[in-house]
Protein backbone atom coordinates (compact mmCIF):
# COMPACT_ATOMS: atom_id res chain seq x y z
CA UNK A 1 0.00 0.00 0.00
CA UNK A 2 2.44 2.36 0.66
CA UNK A 3 5.55 1.92 -2.15
CA UNK A 4 7.05 4.60 -4.34
CA UNK A 5 5.71 7.17 -2.47
CA UNK A 6 6.78 10.46 -1.47
CA UNK A 7 6.25 10.75 2.23
CA UNK A 8 7.00 13.35 4.68
CA UNK A 9 7.00 12.32 8.72
CA UNK A 10 6.25 15.28 10.58
CA UNK A 11 7.78 14.60 14.37
CA UNK A 12 11.09 12.84 14.77
CA UNK A 13 9.87 11.16 18.00
CA UNK A 14 9.56 7.72 18.46
CA UNK A 15 5.83 6.64 16.74
CA UNK A 16 8.10 9.33 13.79
CA UNK A 17 11.49 6.92 13.44
CA UNK A 18 9.25 3.92 13.81
CA UNK A 19 6.96 5.03 11.15
CA UNK A 20 10.51 6.09 9.00
CA UNK A 21 11.72 2.55 9.85
CA UNK A 22 8.70 0.94 8.02
CA UNK A 23 8.73 3.23 5.14
CA UNK A 24 12.40 3.84 4.02
CA UNK A 25 12.88 1.07 2.13
CA UNK A 26 10.10 1.52 -0.87
CA UNK A 27 9.45 4.69 -0.39
CA UNK A 28 11.31 8.84 -0.46
CA UNK A 29 10.79 9.74 3.12
CA UNK A 30 11.69 12.93 4.97
CA UNK A 31 11.61 14.20 8.76
CA UNK A 32 11.16 16.77 10.39
CA UNK A 33 11.82 17.83 13.76
CA UNK A 34 11.62 21.25 15.55
CA UNK A 35 15.20 20.44 17.35
CA UNK A 36 18.24 18.61 16.92
CA UNK A 37 17.59 14.73 17.28
CA UNK A 38 19.77 12.29 19.02
CA UNK A 39 23.02 11.70 16.97
CA UNK A 40 22.02 7.63 17.34
CA UNK A 41 18.44 8.68 16.23
CA UNK A 42 20.47 10.55 13.50
CA UNK A 43 22.50 8.14 12.23
CA UNK A 44 19.91 5.51 12.06
CA UNK A 45 17.68 7.65 9.32
CA UNK A 46 20.71 8.47 7.23
CA UNK A 47 21.63 4.66 7.29
CA UNK A 48 18.16 4.06 6.33
CA UNK A 49 18.63 6.85 3.51
CA UNK A 50 15.83 9.32 5.46
CA UNK A 51 16.33 12.83 4.73
CA UNK A 52 16.29 14.78 8.36
CA UNK A 53 14.97 18.36 7.95
CA UNK A 54 15.35 20.58 11.31
CA UNK A 55 13.02 23.56 11.19
CA UNK A 56 10.54 25.38 13.18
CA UNK A 57 8.70 26.20 10.26
CA UNK A 58 6.97 22.83 9.49
CA UNK A 59 4.02 24.48 8.01
CA UNK A 60 6.90 25.33 5.14
CA UNK A 61 7.59 21.95 4.18
CA UNK A 62 3.62 21.26 3.48
CA UNK A 63 2.94 20.87 -0.17
CA UNK A 64 1.76 18.89 -3.12
CA UNK A 65 4.96 17.79 -3.43
CA UNK A 66 4.08 14.80 -1.28
CA UNK A 67 1.93 12.17 -1.79
CA UNK A 68 1.46 11.35 1.85
CA UNK A 69 2.14 13.09 5.35
CA UNK A 70 2.49 10.58 8.83
CA UNK A 71 1.74 13.20 11.26
CA UNK A 72 2.82 13.50 15.04
CA UNK A 73 -0.42 13.01 17.18
CA UNK A 74 1.05 15.97 19.00
CA UNK A 75 0.45 18.15 16.28
CA UNK A 76 -3.18 19.58 16.97
CA UNK A 77 -6.13 19.78 14.87
CA UNK A 78 -6.40 23.33 15.36
CA UNK A 79 -2.84 24.02 14.55
CA UNK A 80 -1.83 26.18 11.02
CA UNK A 81 0.21 22.75 9.93
CA UNK A 82 -2.93 20.18 10.27
CA UNK A 83 -5.17 23.40 8.37
CA UNK A 84 -2.85 24.06 4.88
CA UNK A 85 -2.55 19.70 4.95
CA UNK A 86 -6.43 19.80 5.21
CA UNK A 87 -6.83 22.68 2.53
CA UNK A 88 -3.98 20.57 0.38
CA UNK A 89 -5.83 17.83 0.78
CA UNK A 90 -3.01 15.77 1.54
CA UNK A 91 -3.57 12.03 2.61
CA UNK A 92 -2.12 12.41 6.09
CA UNK A 93 -2.17 9.48 8.62
CA UNK A 94 -0.28 8.45 11.94
CA UNK A 95 2.16 5.76 13.10
CA UNK A 96 -1.10 3.62 14.25
CA UNK A 97 -3.06 4.33 11.17
CA UNK A 98 -0.03 3.75 9.29
CA UNK A 99 0.95 0.07 11.19
CA UNK A 100 -2.26 -1.23 10.79
CA UNK A 101 -2.41 -1.81 7.03
CA UNK A 102 0.92 -4.08 7.98
CA UNK A 103 -0.87 -6.35 10.82
CA UNK A 104 -1.38 -10.10 9.89
CA UNK A 105 -4.45 -11.17 9.40
CA UNK A 106 -7.24 -13.17 12.29
CA UNK A 107 -5.98 -10.81 14.83
CA UNK A 108 -8.09 -9.39 17.90
CA UNK A 109 -7.73 -5.87 17.91
CA UNK A 110 -9.08 -4.49 20.79
CA UNK A 111 -8.69 -0.59 21.85
CA UNK A 112 -9.89 1.89 24.81
CA UNK A 113 -10.51 5.64 24.68
CA UNK A 114 -12.19 7.78 27.02
CA UNK A 115 -11.19 10.68 28.73
CA UNK A 116 -10.24 9.19 31.62
CA UNK A 117 -9.49 5.98 33.22
CA UNK A 118 -8.40 4.54 29.96
CA UNK A 119 -4.17 3.64 31.37
CA UNK A 120 -6.00 1.72 34.30
CA UNK A 121 -8.62 -0.25 32.48
CA UNK A 122 -5.93 -1.34 29.74
CA UNK A 123 -3.63 -2.21 32.45
CA UNK A 124 -6.41 -4.61 34.01
CA UNK A 125 -6.95 -6.06 30.89
CA UNK A 126 -4.20 -6.84 30.03
CA UNK A 127 -3.07 -8.54 33.13
CA UNK A 128 -6.38 -10.46 33.51
CA UNK A 129 -5.58 -11.84 30.05
CA UNK A 130 -2.19 -12.69 30.45
CA UNK A 131 -3.69 -14.95 33.64
CA UNK A 132 -5.94 -16.43 31.99
CA UNK A 133 -3.34 -18.01 29.33
CA UNK A 134 -3.64 -15.54 26.31
CA UNK A 135 -0.94 -14.21 24.42
CA UNK A 136 -1.54 -10.61 24.47
CA UNK A 137 0.44 -7.26 23.31
CA UNK A 138 0.31 -4.04 24.28
CA UNK A 139 1.01 -0.66 22.81
CA UNK A 140 -0.48 2.32 21.49
CA UNK A 141 -1.05 5.24 23.67
CA UNK A 142 0.58 3.34 26.68
CA UNK A 143 3.96 2.44 25.56
CA UNK A 144 5.62 0.96 22.30
CA UNK A 145 4.22 2.68 18.92
CA UNK A 146 2.49 0.11 17.00
CA UNK A 147 5.07 -0.14 13.82
CA UNK A 148 7.92 -1.43 16.78
CA UNK A 149 5.32 -4.19 17.78
CA UNK A 150 4.67 -5.48 14.46
CA UNK A 151 7.39 -8.33 14.40
CA UNK A 152 5.81 -9.27 17.79
CA UNK A 153 2.52 -9.99 16.08
CA UNK A 154 1.56 -12.99 14.75
CA UNK A 155 -1.87 -14.38 13.48
CA UNK A 156 -4.34 -15.15 16.16
CA UNK A 157 -2.75 -12.55 18.95
CA UNK A 158 -4.34 -10.43 20.53
CA UNK A 159 -3.36 -7.03 20.24
CA UNK A 160 -4.80 -4.39 23.60
CA UNK A 161 -4.45 -0.43 22.51
CA UNK A 162 -4.60 2.56 24.54
CA UNK A 163 -6.16 4.94 21.91
CA UNK A 164 -5.94 8.33 22.51
CA UNK A 165 -8.05 11.11 20.83
CA UNK A 166 -4.80 12.65 19.27
CA UNK A 167 -4.17 9.39 17.56
CA UNK A 168 -7.70 9.14 17.07
CA UNK A 169 -7.89 11.65 14.87
CA UNK A 170 -5.80 10.73 11.79
CA UNK A 171 -7.31 7.33 11.90
CA UNK A 172 -8.85 6.40 8.73
CA UNK A 173 -8.95 2.24 8.09
CA UNK A 174 -8.36 1.39 11.33
CA UNK A 175 -10.38 -0.78 12.79
CA UNK A 176 -11.01 -2.97 16.26
CA UNK A 177 -12.97 -6.07 17.30
CA UNK A 178 -13.60 -4.88 20.47
CA UNK A 179 -13.80 -1.14 21.68
CA UNK A 180 -14.27 0.68 24.76
CA UNK A 181 -14.92 4.35 25.76
CA UNK A 182 -14.85 4.37 29.75
CA UNK A 183 -16.37 8.16 29.42
CA UNK A 184 -16.45 11.18 28.02
CA UNK A 185 -15.67 14.85 29.72
CA UNK A 186 -14.69 18.39 28.52
CA UNK A 187 -10.46 18.21 28.47
CA UNK A 188 -8.00 18.43 25.22
CA UNK A 189 -10.32 21.26 23.80
CA UNK A 190 -7.00 23.50 23.11
CA UNK A 191 -6.71 20.44 20.51
CA UNK A 192 -9.48 20.40 19.30
CA UNK A 193 -11.18 23.81 19.46
CA UNK A 194 -14.81 22.59 20.24
CA UNK A 195 -16.16 19.94 22.63
CA UNK A 196 -18.02 18.80 19.80
CA UNK A 197 -14.90 18.09 17.62
CA UNK A 198 -13.36 16.46 20.51
CA UNK A 199 -16.50 13.92 21.14
CA UNK A 200 -16.53 13.06 17.68
CA UNK A 201 -13.54 12.37 17.33
CA UNK A 202 -13.38 9.92 20.04
CA UNK A 203 -16.38 8.54 18.15
CA UNK A 204 -13.46 7.16 15.73
CA UNK A 205 -12.85 4.31 18.26
CA UNK A 206 -15.63 2.57 16.50
CA UNK A 207 -14.96 3.07 12.39
CA UNK A 208 -15.74 0.74 10.36
CA UNK A 209 -17.53 -1.31 13.22
CA UNK A 210 -20.26 -3.82 12.18
CA UNK A 211 -22.73 -5.91 14.70
CA UNK A 212 -20.37 -8.47 14.25
CA UNK A 213 -17.71 -5.92 16.64
CA UNK A 214 -18.24 -5.37 20.19
CA UNK A 215 -18.59 -1.62 21.88
CA UNK A 216 -18.35 -1.54 25.89
CA UNK A 217 -19.95 1.63 26.91
CA UNK A 218 -20.05 3.77 30.40
CA UNK A 219 -23.82 3.81 30.77
CA UNK A 220 -23.73 6.64 33.60
CA UNK A 221 -22.17 8.81 31.08
CA UNK A 222 -24.54 10.87 29.21
CA UNK A 223 -22.16 12.37 26.19
CA UNK A 224 -21.03 8.22 26.15
CA UNK A 225 -24.68 7.31 25.54
CA UNK A 226 -25.39 10.13 23.12
CA UNK A 227 -22.41 9.81 20.90
CA UNK A 228 -22.88 6.33 20.25
CA UNK A 229 -26.44 5.93 19.66
CA UNK A 230 -25.82 5.74 16.04
CA UNK A 231 -22.77 2.83 16.14
CA UNK A 232 -23.39 0.03 14.29
CA UNK A 233 -21.86 -2.23 17.01
CA UNK A 234 -23.25 -4.44 19.49
CA UNK A 235 -23.65 -3.12 22.54
CA UNK A 236 -22.41 -3.96 26.25
CA UNK A 237 -23.15 -1.71 29.02
CA UNK A 238 -21.84 -1.08 32.34
CA UNK A 239 -23.09 1.05 34.98
CA UNK A 240 -26.46 -0.14 34.28
CA UNK A 241 -28.99 -2.54 35.32
CA UNK A 242 -26.93 -5.54 34.58
CA UNK A 243 -23.29 -4.42 35.31
CA UNK A 244 -22.83 -2.73 38.32
CA UNK A 245 -21.47 -1.32 41.77
CA UNK A 246 -23.43 -1.41 44.42
CA UNK A 247 -22.17 -1.68 48.44
CA UNK A 248 -18.92 -2.37 47.50
CA UNK A 249 -19.89 -5.43 45.51
CA UNK A 250 -19.42 -6.09 41.62
CA UNK A 251 -22.34 -7.06 39.54
CA UNK A 252 -22.46 -9.10 36.12
CA UNK A 253 -25.43 -9.83 34.54
CA UNK A 254 -27.31 -8.76 37.66
CA UNK A 255 -25.64 -11.36 39.60
CA UNK A 256 -23.13 -10.95 42.55
CA UNK A 257 -19.09 -11.62 41.43
CA UNK A 258 -16.80 -10.00 43.29
CA UNK A 259 -16.20 -8.72 46.99
CA UNK A 260 -14.20 -5.26 46.51
CA UNK A 261 -13.40 -5.25 49.88
CA UNK A 262 -10.75 -7.93 48.68
CA UNK A 263 -9.27 -5.59 46.57
CA UNK A 264 -5.46 -3.75 46.69
CA UNK A 265 -6.71 -0.80 44.84
CA UNK A 266 -9.56 1.36 46.22
CA UNK A 267 -11.92 4.07 44.50
CA UNK A 268 -14.88 3.96 42.94
CA UNK A 269 -13.10 4.62 39.67
CA UNK A 270 -10.63 1.74 40.09
CA UNK A 271 -13.97 -0.41 40.53
CA UNK A 272 -15.45 0.98 37.75
CA UNK A 273 -12.89 0.55 35.60
CA UNK A 274 -12.36 -3.06 36.71
CA UNK A 275 -15.79 -3.68 35.49
CA UNK A 276 -15.36 -2.44 32.19
CA UNK A 277 -12.19 -4.17 31.94
CA UNK A 278 -13.78 -7.63 33.05
CA UNK A 279 -16.66 -6.49 30.07
CA UNK A 280 -13.82 -7.33 27.87
CA UNK A 281 -12.21 -10.50 29.33
CA UNK A 282 -15.96 -11.66 29.63
CA UNK A 283 -15.53 -12.06 25.61
CA UNK A 284 -12.67 -14.70 25.64
CA UNK A 285 -13.18 -16.28 29.14
CA UNK A 286 -13.22 -15.36 32.54
CA UNK A 287 -12.21 -17.46 36.04
CA UNK A 288 -13.31 -15.90 39.25
CA UNK A 289 -10.36 -17.63 40.90
CA UNK A 290 -7.78 -15.97 38.45
CA UNK A 291 -9.92 -12.46 38.71
CA UNK A 292 -10.22 -12.89 42.98
CA UNK A 293 -6.36 -13.21 42.46
CA UNK A 294 -5.86 -10.18 40.24
CA UNK A 295 -7.41 -7.68 42.54
CA UNK A 296 -5.79 -8.69 45.73
CA UNK A 297 -2.28 -8.20 44.29
CA UNK A 298 -3.15 -5.39 41.55
CA UNK A 299 -0.99 -2.09 42.51
CA UNK A 300 -2.48 0.18 39.52
CA UNK A 301 -0.67 2.76 36.97
CA UNK A 302 2.14 4.69 37.88
CA UNK A 303 1.48 8.33 38.12
CA UNK A 304 -2.26 7.63 38.67
CA UNK A 305 -3.54 8.40 42.73
CA UNK A 306 0.13 6.46 43.32
CA UNK A 307 0.71 6.12 46.49
CA UNK A 308 4.35 7.21 47.38
CA UNK A 309 5.60 7.00 50.79
CA UNK A 310 4.68 8.20 54.55
CA UNK A 311 6.98 10.48 55.58
CA UNK A 312 6.12 11.56 59.53
CA UNK A 313 2.35 10.72 59.32
CA UNK A 314 1.71 12.37 55.84
CA UNK A 315 1.34 10.36 53.07
CA UNK A 316 2.33 11.73 49.60
CA UNK A 317 0.30 10.43 46.37
CA UNK A 318 1.43 11.05 42.69
CA UNK A 319 -1.18 11.99 40.69
CA UNK A 320 0.72 13.60 37.65
CA UNK A 321 -1.46 11.57 35.09
CA UNK A 322 -4.21 13.84 36.38
CA UNK A 323 -4.67 16.11 33.15
CA UNK A 324 -7.62 17.61 33.18
CA UNK A 325 -10.09 18.81 36.30
CA UNK A 326 -12.54 15.72 35.89
CA UNK A 327 -8.85 13.58 36.52
CA UNK A 328 -8.65 15.89 39.85
CA UNK A 329 -12.29 15.08 40.93
CA UNK A 330 -11.56 11.73 40.88
CA UNK A 331 -8.22 11.79 42.85
CA UNK A 332 -10.15 14.30 45.46
CA UNK A 333 -13.01 11.84 46.07
CA UNK A 334 -10.84 9.00 46.95
CA UNK A 335 -9.31 10.88 50.27
CA UNK A 336 -11.31 11.52 53.18
CA UNK A 337 -8.52 13.51 54.61
CA UNK A 338 -7.09 17.08 54.57
CA UNK A 339 -5.34 17.46 51.68
CA UNK A 340 -2.69 19.55 50.63
CA UNK A 341 -2.83 19.82 46.95
CA UNK A 342 -0.78 21.14 43.90
CA UNK A 343 -2.80 22.08 41.09
CA UNK A 344 -1.67 23.26 37.74
CA UNK A 345 0.32 23.36 34.63
CA UNK A 346 -0.29 24.30 30.94
CA UNK A 347 -3.17 26.71 30.23
CA UNK A 348 -5.20 24.32 27.75
CA UNK A 349 -8.00 26.59 28.80
CA UNK A 350 -9.07 24.06 31.44
CA UNK A 351 -12.08 25.43 33.76
CA UNK A 352 -11.08 24.91 37.60
CA UNK A 353 -14.47 25.80 38.81
CA UNK A 354 -15.35 22.09 37.81
CA UNK A 355 -13.19 21.45 41.39
CA UNK A 356 -15.33 23.31 43.76
CA UNK A 357 -17.91 20.90 44.73
CA UNK A 358 -14.99 18.77 45.22
CA UNK A 359 -12.59 20.44 47.75
CA UNK A 360 -14.38 20.27 51.02
CA UNK A 361 -11.09 18.44 51.88
CA UNK A 362 -8.58 20.62 50.47
CA UNK A 363 -6.32 22.22 53.20
CA UNK A 364 -4.14 24.32 50.91
CA UNK A 365 -3.79 24.61 47.42
CA UNK A 366 -0.15 25.43 46.10
CA UNK A 367 -0.25 26.35 42.13
CA UNK A 368 2.42 25.56 39.70
CA UNK A 369 2.70 26.51 35.86
CA UNK A 370 1.41 28.74 33.31
CA UNK A 371 -1.51 28.83 35.03
CA UNK A 372 -0.68 29.60 38.29
CA UNK A 373 -2.33 33.04 38.69
CA UNK A 374 -5.62 31.33 37.68
CA UNK A 375 -5.25 28.46 39.78
CA UNK A 376 -4.48 31.26 43.08
CA UNK A 377 -7.73 33.63 42.13
CA UNK A 378 -9.79 30.48 41.57
CA UNK A 379 -8.38 29.21 45.65
CA UNK A 380 -8.72 32.77 46.91
CA UNK A 381 -12.58 32.67 45.38
CA UNK A 382 -13.62 29.80 47.59
CA UNK A 383 -11.38 30.88 50.79
CA UNK A 384 -9.11 28.05 50.55
CA UNK A 385 -5.44 29.28 51.41
CA UNK A 386 -3.38 29.40 47.90
CA UNK A 387 0.38 29.78 46.88
CA UNK A 388 1.92 31.14 43.83
CA UNK A 389 4.78 27.93 43.83
CA UNK A 390 5.29 28.36 39.88
CA UNK A 391 7.66 25.09 39.86
CA UNK A 392 7.47 21.66 41.91
CA UNK A 393 10.64 22.66 43.61
CA UNK A 394 9.06 25.40 45.01
CA UNK A 395 5.59 23.89 45.67
CA UNK A 396 7.54 20.76 47.74
CA UNK A 397 9.13 23.49 49.95
CA UNK A 398 6.28 25.14 51.01
CA UNK A 399 4.10 22.10 51.67
CA UNK A 400 6.91 20.79 54.10
CA UNK A 401 6.32 23.95 55.74
CA UNK A 402 2.55 23.12 56.47
CA UNK A 403 1.88 19.76 56.87
CA UNK A 404 0.88 18.04 59.60
CA UNK A 405 0.92 14.33 60.86
CA UNK A 406 -2.27 12.72 59.27
CA UNK A 407 -2.66 14.85 56.22
CA UNK A 408 -2.54 14.11 52.85
CA UNK A 409 0.06 15.47 49.87
CA UNK A 410 -1.71 15.02 46.31
CA UNK A 411 -0.17 16.05 43.08
CA UNK A 412 -3.27 16.25 40.93
CA UNK A 413 -2.65 18.88 38.55
CA UNK A 414 -5.33 18.92 36.15
CA UNK A 415 -3.93 19.94 33.76
CA UNK A 416 -1.15 18.92 31.38
CA UNK A 417 2.56 18.59 31.64
CA UNK A 418 4.08 20.33 28.54
CA UNK A 419 4.58 23.65 29.78
CA UNK A 420 8.05 22.62 31.95
CA UNK A 421 7.95 19.24 31.20
CA UNK A 422 8.05 16.82 27.71
CA UNK A 423 5.65 14.76 29.39
CA UNK A 424 3.75 13.66 32.88
CA UNK A 425 5.70 10.85 33.51
CA UNK A 426 8.51 13.43 33.76
CA UNK A 427 6.61 15.28 36.09
CA UNK A 428 5.62 12.84 38.36
CA UNK A 429 8.87 11.35 38.36
CA UNK A 430 10.52 15.21 40.38
CA UNK A 431 7.38 14.48 42.68
CA UNK A 432 8.53 11.30 43.57
CA UNK A 433 12.51 12.44 43.74
CA UNK A 434 11.62 15.41 45.82
CA UNK A 435 9.80 13.30 48.21
Not at 49 to 55: L, M, N, Q, S
Not at 77 to 89: F, Q
Not at 330 to 353: C, E, M, S, V, Y
Not at 362 to 377: F, L, Q, R
Request: glycine share 6%; proline share 2%; net charge negative.
Amino acid sequence: MYELKRILILGAARSGIAAAKILASNNDVTISDLKELKKEDQDLLESLGVKVIITDDQCSLISNDYDLIVKNPAIMATSDITKKIEHLGIPCINEMELAYHYLPEYLTIIGVTGSNGKTTTVTMIYNLLKLHGYKVILGGNIGTPLCDLLSDISSNDILLLEISDHQLYDFHDFKTNISVLTNLYHTHLDYHGTYENYINTKKKIFNNHTNKDIAIINYSNSDSMNLTGDISSTKIYFNNDLNYIKDNLLYLDSKKYLNLDNMLLKGLHNYENLLAALLVVKLFKLDKEKVEEFIKTFRGVEHRIEYVKTIDGVDYYNDSKSTNPTSTITALKTFNRPIHLILGGLNRNQDFNELKDYLGKVKMIYAIGEVTDIVVNFAKSLDIPAFKCYNMKSAMKKIKENVEFGDIVLLSPGSSSQDQYKKFEDRGDEFKKLI
